[in-house]
């Protein structure tokens, strides 16, 4: 095979090989490329779903006793779970009761930075939650199972376990029962957190059998992990948002949770069964600033959400509107506050000049006054100043 490369392709040649012989895929030699024997048996088990792996999940025997769990039940399950959770984070703190997901589901939101506590009050969304918001549903799964991912070792969770499940649910057929006897203690743990994400339905936490659902089964996939509708009820929709010059929004959607994102920032004025109306002003600007929303992540929401006709525009949202979003942000910041310490009471102007020199050369000087002899060091930079004067005093 190595006949085969250019001299060009060579250096990324070996770098290959030398990957896969890490992995043990391939054995550390340059004269024969052969499968390690291992690798090459559980590859085809994986695929073919053979040996007693159960690589794609192993069906359940279907019991005439129980009634079937159609499509459309799994999707409405999915969907209900999954905005439940995006629905807090929008209106926690803001004076509304949504109902609120598992202990389970909180624990992991505020450990991942989408959502955070002020004081004693309740759980308030984040700049990061809201960012979150504005990804695509399959974004936000991946980023929540990465957060999960990330409390196994703290959770005393076998790593692979969780991978192996998580890419074995990806395999599994969508509307079919599969059963939880080959599952290991681990997998069998994360059953409970799934059914909180709407990733697989039970119909009891005893349950020996359970069904994935469309979030679980397009994991791997670019299909949608959620419907754009389930009978009267709509999904989340890509573009609804129509924005025009003179501030004034019309949402084209009948989703609560979409209506309750856009209440961040916006003023509603009217709704109606399938539109929302609404204007962008100063107080309702100012008031997403307060809760850690920056003016380009509402720039980004409106464009992500613009209603096809708008996506004729060039540009796509008004810049007089864009302009002034980001003028009631500098309004806020014209004060920055950083913590730090004052340097004062030198005893001549060269101890001044010196100390002042090197705080500079560390890079912490945030202030400085020569007339007064002070400074202003970042907090960062406190332990080195301190032990710089007193070897200096000590010397001297």
Known sequence: MAAWVTREGKPIYTEALTTLAKLHIFPNSAIKLAVVPTFKTSFRQAITGGGTSGSFGVPSEKDDKQSDVDIEFLDVFALERWETILHYMVSSGSGQNPTKPSVRVLFLLQRSGLMTTVGQGPLQITSTGFQFLLHSPHEQLWELLLQYLHLTEERQMDLVDVLG??????????????????????????????????????????????????????????????????????????????????????????????????????????????????????????????????????????????????????????????????????????????????????????????????????????????VKRCFFGSLDGHANIRGFIERRTGAS
């Open 165 to 370: 499940f998580l890419f074995m649910l990806s395999t599994m057929e969508l509307g079919r029962e599969y059963s939880t006897e080959r599952l290991s203690k681990t997998q069998t743990a994360m059953l409970e957190d799934l059914v909180d994400y709407g990733l697989i339905w039970r119909r009891k936490p005893s349950s020996k059998h359970f069904h994935p659902t469309r979030l679980a089964t397009t994991l791997t996939s670019s299909s949608p992990p959620l419907p754009s509708s389930i009978g009267n009820r709509s999904g989340p929709q890509e573009g609804f948002i129509v924005l025009e010059t003179n501030y004034r929004i019309y949402a084209y959607t009948d989703n609560p949770l979409q209506t309750a994102i856009l209440n961040l920032f916006v003023a509603l004025k009217y709704r109606f069964p399938n539109l929302v109306v609404g204007a962008i002003t100063r107080d309702s600007v100012k008031k997403a600033l307060l809760n850690g929303i920056s003016a380009d992540q509402i720039i980004s929401y409106l464009m992500s959400h613009a209603h096809p006709q708008m996506r004729k525009n060039n540009p796509l949202l008004p810049v007089t509107v864009q302009d002034q979003i980001r003028l009631w942000e500098l309004e806020k910041n014209r004060l920055k506050s950083q913590e730090g310490y004052l340097y004062t009471s030198f005893a001549s102007q060269a101890d001044y000049d010196f100390v002042l020199n090197y705080a500079k050369e560390l890079g912490v000087v945030l202030w400085e006054n020569p």
